[in-house]
Structures are given as structure tokens and as C-alpha cells.
């Protein structure tokens, strides 16, 4: 019934919009305006944004200028108009009471200019066919969704050498927790309340439910349904960010886009010849090079190489000296030909990162967690050994790496004046590689405590994929259609080894824990979008995607690892009994073998009218589907019966509105949009792995309420400010451990009766989502005399209270622990920092310093209820005490921290 009133809703809408008197002038008496768009020096500016509003209906004419700068608006009413031009990287143009009279021909040449407040913004005039632009203040006003664009200003604010996760923080919604300073190490990601991503630590219910791109190209592990955050270490190589929440537009849709998306746009092809070289230096021996140069338009091609490279040392440190180092480095080239509106696009991207992981650290002080794993040693916790310590090398070492490799193409061909077509294709290789040694608090459980004493873990994926869009443009909608197929090998290889027993990386020893599976992952997805205006002000968007999952896998223990003396392999299941042997080695891997396929449909529909040249109100419903993880502690199929796989459906409705306008004094380049939404996770699997591999699965549903606010205004000629903010509640309406799935939910009470053991959360809240965000920055500058300018800046970062996670949920009556679960009662407090900046231009050489976290305020970016895995106490403490398990530990945010650049543009 719903879908059938939203149906004739939509319907009646049309025949009234279609029967709305028009503005169009009839072909002998209409009018028309056409010219050029430059910049400053007389370049012509391809691609830009071009309108004409009629100031009486407030009717809008769009066009975009050619190749050669130049536009045409024809079939105009006479009236008085406004005339308005957007491209990124210039200041929007704007003029007001244009007249036009029946049959006029009118010139306007439009030179646009750059901003007078910018931070490492450098534009080389003239913008290609086939680049990846950042949009526009017009297009965000536009566009039926809510996007955040987040510019060089912004990213700026997280500092010269965080990386790609770290630049996300200051979008509305956003939280980015890990455990370093740098792009070199991994992140969580939490948009809305939904992440992705791994920081190295578990309790994240919603993971790996956004979806990630660079240059357009998916970087989200298809296998996995996670992105290694530490493939876009280098921040100086991107051009810009594009965050949009919910799902998106169905042909803009990839496999993980349940809560949201975002665009790492890299540097560009530019029509000029340029470079720039940026070198910073800063707290910790933090030091960073970054350098790109464009070739420049060239017998119709341009193309722009660029790398980056970083290394340095954590903000923790041991009482031994050891500062847990880390290094990274990037490279990229794009190479684009465009001729005649059609253009093709070569691209790769390499990066590597590594660092040392620093362990958690409880919050209060117990006594049997010390610096050295024996009972006499120095206690380890934030009150004992200082809110920074990490524990000495020869205590634990922990080295993580990850590795993306990526290469694309992409054509743009225009088939006729409504037609065009375009394809992407690419090959993904990402690989993970860490190992762990000398964990003492794998050493002292006993005579045979150290048979897991080391870890290592390399697991890859290659990937493979190509989608096709076909658009058509005509009088009333434009109809967009296509699909993508995707394929991808992953490889979950990990071994826990004691080397006094025999074990090495390849070797499997008594009492160790391996896993090596393969999965085959395809994916596909059908799509078709129709954006109908019956008039220019309002747009009606259906669509409908049909996607399918698949997964084929088998165990591959026997053939990746050697057996140590008197190793032998266990070949049961753990999920049921389907027969085999038990060994003296875990095997963690999905069995049986099998192949799962799963499909369904995603609809959607998303409105916006434009009720005023300035004022865009939108809203929509859109549905998605993903499948459940398969990597992490060896894959879904580890815990979970491949029978009982089914997909995750996120359910997202959203309203709101947009606001931009220019040149009118205080409110001069202003955007300003709000927007509630409400998000439904429906039948996650959700599953927790614990320190030691162990996986404990559940099933439930998330509702996740909110509000999105940003801001950007210049309201001076010097000054720009910038506003993100959020506020979220988010519940389980179900959360079951040890149920089963009785009608599409989980359950503890089937028909057939309750089920012994089974526990459901309803009602409680979803862990790490604050109740409120909020990111500020302010960009002035300062002309002390004629040849000196000086641009200070300021930000200001604001983290609510949250909820934690319990992976103990600690059973007074038993004295132990039950399943993981959400807490209700334990919460993390809020935290805030200040960070400040001044950049000083001298000729084609800019000086900048910054400090984060000026107030060095101690706080926690992350904090978890243990289990006792990490520190073994649940095996040397007395059981039912509090220092067994049930205690929170802990990852520390940065304190203070300063760094000096040097940009140098040629």
C-alpha cells in the first residue's frame, strides 16, 4: 500500500508540473544569450556551470561551456534574469537584472576570478574533458542529495601529514578513531553512525557499510567489505573529498554504500604546465615530502604524475626508548585525451604503509598487566605508567602494513547531442601483511603458553571489474542506465605460531591457531535511473537496481602451511557437524566448501525543487543491500552455517534543504544545508573477533536518527568560515546472540520454543556514535603592508559522548563473561581540540606552520570493555575479579603537536 501511494503520489505530481504554465518563449519570439568564460589572464575555461534564473518564475536555464570557454542559452522568455557561473577552484560569478526582450541576441563574456582566501589551492586554468572536477557550490545546491563537498581548506585542518581517514573527520557525521598520527596506520571511519575501515580493535557493529573511492574507481575489498585506510597515506595528492550520506543515487551506487560514500578525488591533468613540491617537518620526527607536476595540454593530451613519502614516529612511547615508527609512500599518474566533448583517461595509483601498532592501554591501573609480563614488573595503565606509555619492544612489537595497487580507464564518449556513453575499467591489488612477536602475555599461561607467542597474517585480494553507463537526455528526463561486474580472489592467510615449538610464518606448531581459505567473490548490479523535470525547478529521480552476491570458497590449510613435529591439523566445523577429525592445531577457516548466491532489489526515489534561485529542497527513500563480510578472523562462513547467509538490507529516508548564494555582502559564496535522516540496518550478521582470533557472531537491526548541518561563507573579502555539524541517536530494535533467524529476524523465541543461552539487546544503544559533532574553521588574511600577507587559520573539533562496547558483558552469577554484547551503562566522555595555523606567501614559495591539539587536552579517541584476550588475565587472575576481565582499555588521542611546511609552486 505504501509503495502504491507513494506511486500515484508521484504520478499526479508530474500531470500537475506537466500542466504548469511554462516560461519558454515560443522559437520567433524567444531570446538568447551566449559568450565565453576566462579567467583572469583571458584562458578559457571549459566545463563550466552556466545559468540564467528569470527573476519573476525563477525558472532556470542551465548550460556548461565547450572546450573553447564558450555557451549558449537559447529559447528565452523576455524578462529580467540573473546570470551565474561556477567552476571549481574560482569564485563564483554573478549578475543581476539582466533584461531580455523578445528576439534579442545578447553577448555576455563571463571572466571569472580566484579566490582571495585559499589554503594550497593552486588552479591552472582551464579544466579538461575527462578530469575529475570538485563540485561546485551550484552543483551541491542542485543536486537531490546531501553531499559535502570537503575542499584543500578543510582537509588542511587535520594537518600536513595525516592521511586520506583522517581528512574525513571534518565532515558533518564523522568520527575517525586509530592508533596513530599519521596516514601510515589504520583508522575506523564513522559516518552517521555506520563505519569502515579497521583501527585494529573490534565493537564496531556497523562496519564496512560505507563505500570508498578514488577517482571513481571502488577501493572497498570486495571479499572483505573493508578498505585498508592506510592506501591513501598522503593527503598532498588529493584534490579533494565528496562525502555523501545515505546510499546515492542508484547509478552512482557501488557493493558497500549502506550508510554512505566517499570520493577521494586525487591531483588532476590541467590544461597549463605546473608543479608543486611541499616538504613539512614536525613533532615526533615527522617529516613528509609530497611533489606533483602537470605536462600540460599536448597535442590534445595532458597528464600529471605526482608521489609522496613519510615517516616518523608514533606520539607513544616505552619506557625502553622504542617510539613505534612508521613510514608511507604514494605514487599516481592520470593521463587524459579529449577531443570534440569525448575524452579517455588512463590512471594508476601505488601506496605503501607501515607502522608499528601501539597496544592498548587500560585506563586503570591492574595488577596483573605490567610493562614486562611477570608479576613484579611496573604496572601498565594510563594512572601507572603515563597516558601516553605503550609497552617495551621486547614486550610486544606488532608491524602493520598494507599495500593498494590500481589501475583504471575510463571513456567518455558523446554518441549524439542527447547520447552519451561511459565505461570504467580496473584491476585492484590489495594485500595486508603484519606480524606480531614477543607477546608475553601469550607467555604465561603455563608450560605450553607460548605456542601462540607470534602472529603473522597476510591475506590479499585481486580484483577485477568493469561497469557501463548509457545516458540519454531528453525534453522532459534524462534516462540513465547500466550495470557493473566485479571479480575478486581473497585469500584469508594468518598463522599463530610459537617458534619454541616449531612454528615459523609457513609452519604450523602444537597448539597454534592457522587459517588460509580462498573465497571467490563476484559481484554484479543492474541499474536504471530516470531524473524527470517536467519543468526546470523540479526534479522527480526513481530508480531501481537488481544486485547479486557471490561466494564460492574452500580451505587451503593442507597446501599453504607445513606441519611442525607432532602437528596435527583439526578438519572439524564449528558452526555444526559435518564429520572430521580434532587436531592439536585450530583451524579457524570457513567449512565446508561451498558456493552461495544471493540477490535482490533496491529501489529508490529522491525529489528536489528548486522553490527559489537560492533554495533547494529535496528528500527521498533509497534501499540497499550488502553482504556480510567474509574476510577478518577468516571469513563470515568461519562462524556463520553458509546456509543461513542472507543480505543486509539499509533502509534510508531523508529531507532537508540547501541554500547557496553570492555577492550579497555578509552572505557572499554562502551554502548552507541542513537535513534529517533515518537510516534501518537490517539483519546484520554481526561478529566479533577477539584478540586471540576467536569470532562470536549475532544478528540484529540498527536505527540510526539524525541531523546534518554545514556551512561555508566569505562574509568579508578576507575571511572565509566553515561549519560541520551533526547530532544522532542510535538503538538496536534487535540484537541476539545464539538465536537464529525465524522470518527475516533474529530471535531468541521461535515457534518451537526459547532457546537456552540466547540474549537480545533490543533496545540498546549502537556503540561509537556520538550524540553530537561539530568542526569549525576560520581563514582570514592579513596585508600588514603591500608585499606582506599573512593567513592565519583556526579549527575547532568537537566529539560527544558515545557509548562503548563490552566484549566481556560480564555475568555476575557465572563470574565470567557472556557474548559480546553493546553496553548500556559505560560511556566515553566528550572530547574537543584547538588547532591553529598561519601560512605566509612570499613569490611561488608559501611558509606554513600549524599545532594541533594547542591545548594539549588528554583524552581518549577510543575506549573498550575487555574480555582479558589482549592481556591474557582472564587466565592468570582469579575468575570473578575485576582485574580478570571487565575492565576498559583504551586508545589515546594525540596531544599537542606542531609541524612547519614549505610549498613551492613552479
Partial sequence: MRKLLVTCGIVLCCLFCASARGVVAPRSKSARVRGSVVDASGAAIPDSDVSLTQSQSGVRAHTVSDANGQYELDGLAPGTYMLEASKAGFLQYHQDSLQLSAGQMLSV?????????????????????????????????????????????????????????QAISTAPGAIVTGYGNTGATKYTVTLNGLNQGWGG??????????????????????????WPSATIPENGLIQNLNVTYGPGAPIDRWYSNVGGAVEFTPVQPTAKPHADVTATYGSYQQKDLVAHANTG???????????????????????????????????????????????????????????????????????????????????????????????????????????????????????????????????????????????????????????????????????????????????????????????????????????????????????????????????????LQDDIHPVPTLHITPGIRYVGFAASFYNAVQQDFKLAAGATLSTTCRYGDFGGTKGNVNVQDACPAANENRSGVEPSIDVAYQARPWLNIYGGFQEALRAPQLGGGGGVFQSVDPASYHLERGTYYQFGFKTHTMGTGFKNNMLFGANYYHNKFANQEIDTTLANGDTFDANGTSNYNGVNIFFDDDPLTDLHLFVNANIEAASYSTYVTGGIIYNGQATCNPPSGPIAGCLDYKGY????????????????????????????????????????????????????????????????????????????????????????????????????????????????????????????????????TAYISVDAHF
Fill in 765 to 896: 544503544p549502537v556503540s561509537y556514535v556520538p550524540t553530537s559533532t561539530l568542526n569549525a574553521g576560520v581563514f582570514y588574511t592579513l596585508h600588514p603592508t603591500g608585499s606582506l600577507t599573512i593567513q592565519p587559520t583556526a579549527s575547532f573539533q568537537f566529539v560527544g559522548s558515545q557509548h562503548v562496547f563490552d566484549n566481556c558483558a560480564y555475568n555476575p552469577t557465572t563470574q565470567s563473561c557472556q557474548a559480546p554484547a553493546p553496553s548500556k551503562s559505560v560511556t566515553m566522555p566528550a572530547y574537543a581540540t584547538l588547532n591553529l595555523g598561519a601560512k605566509v606567501p612570499y613569490k611561488r614559495v608559501d611558509f606554513t606552520v600549524m599545532a594541533l591539539n594547542v591545548l594539549d587536552k588528554s583524552y581518549n579517541a577510543f575506549e573498550y570493555i575487555s574480555a582479558g584476550s589482549y592481556f591474557n588475565t582472564a587466565s592468570t587472575a582469579p575468575a570473578g575479579s575485576p582485574y580478570a576481565y571487565n575492565y576498559v582499555t583504551a586508545y589515546p588521542g594525540a596531544p599537542v
Fill in 109 to 165: 563574456d563571463i571572466s571569472m576570478s580566484l579566490p582571495t582566501v585559499s589554503q594550497s589551492v593552486t588552479v591552472h586554468a582551464g579544466a579538461l574533458d575527462g578530469v575529475t572536477t570538485q563540485a561546485s557550490q551550484q552543483q551541491v545546491l542542485e543536486s537531490n542529495q546531501s553531499i559535502r563537498v570537503i575542499d584543500r581548506q578543510q582537509m588542511g585542518m587535520v594537518g600536513p601529514v595525516a592521511g586520506g581517514a
Fill in 297 to 527: 595540454l599536448y597535442h590534445g593530451w595532458a597528464t600529471v604524475v605526482g608521489g609522496g613519502a613519510g615517516k616518523g614516529d608514533d606520539f607513544r612511547k616505552a619506557p625502553d626508548g622504542f617510539k613505534n615508527p612508521g613510514k608511507d609512500w604514494a605514487v599516481l599518474a592520470k593521463t587524459v585525451k579529449s577531443s570534440g566533448g569525448n575524452s579517455f583517461e588512463l590512471g594508476s595509483y601505488f601506496a605503501y604503509a607501515g607502522g608499528y601498532r601501539s597496544q592498548v592501554i587500560p585506563v586503570v591501573a591492574n595488577p596483573y598487566i605490567t610493562m614486562d609480563g611477570t608479576a613484579t614488573g611496573q604496572q601498565y595503565s594510563q594512572p601507572s605508567s603515563g597516558f601516553f606509555s605503550t609497552l617495551p619492544f621486547n614486550s610486544y612489537n606488532k608491524y602493520d602494513t598494507n599495500q593498494m595497487g590500481l589501475i583504471y580507464g575510463r571513456e567518455h564518449l558523446q554518441l549524439d547531442g542527447s547520447t552519451t556513453v561511459q565505461n570504467l575499467s580496473w584491476y585492484m591489488h590489495v594485500r595486508r601483511s603484519h606480524d606480531r612477536y614477543n607477546d608475553v602475555y601469550q607467555n604465561n599461561s603455563g608450560p605450553d603458553g607460548d605456542q601462540q607467542q607470534n602472529e603473522h597474517n597476510n591475506p590479499y585480494t585481486n580484483t577485477i571489474g568493469d561497469k557501463l553507463l548509457i545516458t540519454k537526455t531528453l525534453p522532459w528526463n534524462t534516462v540513465s542506465g547500466g550495470g557493473y561486474y566485479l571479480h575478486a580472489l581473497y585469500n584469508s592467510r594468518n598463522n599463530f605460531y610459537g617458534p619454541a615449538w616449531g612454528g615459523s610464518k609457513r609452519t604450523a606448531n602444537v597448539g597454534g591457531k592457522i587459517r588460509s581459505s580462498y573465497f571467490n567473490q563476484n559481484d554484479f548490479a543492474i541499474f
Fill in 201 to 226: 580493535y573490534g565493537g564496531y557493529t556497523g562496519g564496512a557499510a560505507l563505500g570508498i573511492t578514488f577517482d571513481g574507481v571502488p577501493i572497498i575489498d570486495p571479499a572483505t567489505s573493508l
